[in-house]
């Protein structure tokens, strides 16, 4: 019998293809399995913020995602009659995380990217066109992974060390594994429009959202040509009558003005319920759930494939670790204790936007026409407004305690222009790192290279330097996915607290393919 392989990934979209080359940056071969043949050609995601930004760099399509991706301006809250009742406009420019804030793309691009990527890469091997049937975990502790190919009925199967479960909102993995989803209280029906034009649609370049207990909607421009319309759908429409040309037409017609209908190009029109639910278990054994199968966030904050992007960060080095002895099995209950938290603040985020948006009725309304427009004025609620920081984690065996609410423990560290022209993630790529504005003895840098810590000294006045003092600290010991496990006075005792990584590749680096006898893809016929 053979090896089994390290990592099975079911489902190729852009959470499990970020997840296999984040993988292969430690040398862990992993299997890709879909449905599909090739990416699924409809939109669907349109929005990143630069948090997530970091992790496309991490896998090398940065600069590529950024050719095809367009910097939102901010947001617009209008009434019921389109009028604005407040503006918040940001700079498109390149933030703290070293991308702009929000960046508005179209999902089959950036998976086209995410695909390439892989397929310029090893160790990783996409099989398309295959259902996978069933996901179980025998005595040895090892999964067996049923699948059918679509095309010829042929059946087999995989053993694994590791599964993980990126298969979307009905996912088979959660099915195969009995995990639930968790209600968060939120579920309303929208219909969803994107249309191609190479007419101009002389709207505000930032997001549109319409404050409307009756029909509330969200406008925004993806790309020199692409838009995106959402509207709330009332009781008894559906989606094949509101998509009917003069109907369509008219709920466009504010934005769109004197435009002819035939002028747009409807790509796609489709009723979506929107949902709120978290899994109530991310793991069982030897197997895991990441994105849609773990989770389900409501538009209205633009964080769901986000979170599932975030998943993949989160998992893919302690996998590595734990398949090469840097860390104990036990080590990956932090993936849930970490991520199921953060994720669930977003979404009750999410549809707390949603829900002052859409409810209140008349006395809602009337509300809204008198608060939103002094928003803009208040101190400080703009920054906060537009602010694309996300919650910290919460503590685990691999995030210490904060001793202060400010602390840096459990948030993600800057990305800032380096003396020598290099952003900090190219300097980091996927270690650990230790980022000090103190001296260095020679224990802490043979300790360091032993461990393959990358140590980054910084002077006390530039930006990592102002940061880390605003935190309480002279020294930050740094995830490989950029957030903070703990911070300190001493960089050498934080260099011995970091478990020892496989080594890692530079950012889209190709790494060597496993040999068949490493437990390689090659297994996979």
């Known amino acids: 019998m053979a090896d089994p392989l390290p990592v099975v990934v079911v489902g190729a979209g852009p959470t499990g293809v970020t997840a296999a080359l984040l993988l ?50 901010g ?64 005595d040895d502790g090892l999964v067996t992974v ?46 969803v429009v994107d249309v191609d034009t190479d007419a101009e649609i002389d709207a505000w370049a930032g997001v549109h959202q319409v404050c409307d207990p009756r029909r509330a909607a969200t406008y925004l421009r993806v790309g020199a040509r692409r838009h995106r319309w959402e509207f709330r759908l009332l009781p008894g429409e559906t989606a094949a009558v509101m998509s009917a040309p003069a ?8 934005w769109t003005a004197d435009l002819p209908f035939a002028a747009l190009t409807v790509l796609r029109c489709a009723e979506y319920t929107f949902r709120a639910q978290v899994a109530d278990r991310w793991r069982v054994g030897p197997v895991f759930l990441l994105g849609d199968a773990a989770h389900l966030t409501p538009p209205f904050i633009g964080q769901g494939l986000g979170s599932g992007l975030r998943d993949a960060a989160n998992l893919s080095w302690k996998l590595a670790a734990v398949l090469t002895g840097g860390l104990p099995e036990a080590a990956l209950g932090s993936y849930q204790a970490e991520r199921g938290p953060h994720v669930t603040a977003l979404i009750r985020l999410a549809v707390g936007v949603g829900r002052a948006m859409t409810q209140g009725g008349r006395v809602g309304d009337a509300a809204r026409r008198v608060v939103v427009p002094r928003l803009a004025h ?41 003396a020598d022209g290099r952003s900090l993630d190219d300097v980091l790529g996927s270690c650990f790192a230790v980022l000090t ?18 140590l980054v000294r910084v002077a006390p006045s530039s930006t990592l330097g102002r940061w880390l ?38 950012p889209g680096a190709p790494t060597r393919r496993a040999g068949r006898g490493e437990g390689g893809p090659d297994q996979v016929g």
């Open 75 to 138: 947001l617009r809250l209008l009434g019921p009659d389109h009028r604005v009742l407040a503006q918040f406009s940001r700079r498109t420019a390149a933030g703290a995380h070293g991308h702009p804030q929000a960046n508005m793309f179209d999902q089959p691009t950036l998976e086209a990217i995410l695909r390439r990527a892989a397929d310029r890469e090893p160790l990783v091997t996409l099989c398309g066109g295959v259902e996978v049937t069933a996901v179980s975990t025998g």
């Open 247 to 254: 109907t369509l037409h008219a709920l466009l017609r504010p």
């Open 469 to 506: 003092r605003r935190g309480g600290a002279r020294a930050a010991l740094v995830r490989p996915d950029r957030t903070v496990l703990r911070t300190g006075g001493d960089p050498a005792a934080l260099v011995g607290l970091a478990p020892i990584l496989p080594r890692a590749a530079p």
């Open 378 to 418: 208040v101190p400080g609620l703009r920054a906060r407004v537009l602010d694309s920081t996300t919650p910290p984690l919460r503590p685990s065996a691999l995030r210490r305690r904060r001793r202060w609410p400010w602390g840096r423990a459990g948030r993600l560290c800057p990305n800032p222009v380096l």
């Open 146 to 191: 049923a699948l059918t190919d679509r095309g010829s009925g042929r059946r087999r199967a995989l053993r694994a060390r590791y599964v993980l479960g990126c298969d979307g909102a009905n996912s088979t993995v959660r099915a195969g594994i009995g995990a639930g989803m968790r209600e968060l209280g939120f579920a309303q029906r929208w219909l």
């Open 24 to 73: 292969a940056a430690y040398q862990v071969p992993s299997v890709v399995l879909d449905r599909w043949p090739a990416p699924y050609p409809r939109p669907r995601a349109v929005h990143l913020d630069d948090e997530v930004c970091r992790i496309l760099h991490r896998v090398g399509v940065h600069e590529e995602f950024a050719a095809v991706s367009r910097p939102a301006e």
């Open 437 to 454: 504005v103190g001296p260095v003895d020679r224990w802490a840098v043979a300790e360091a290279g032993r461990r393959r810590v990358v």
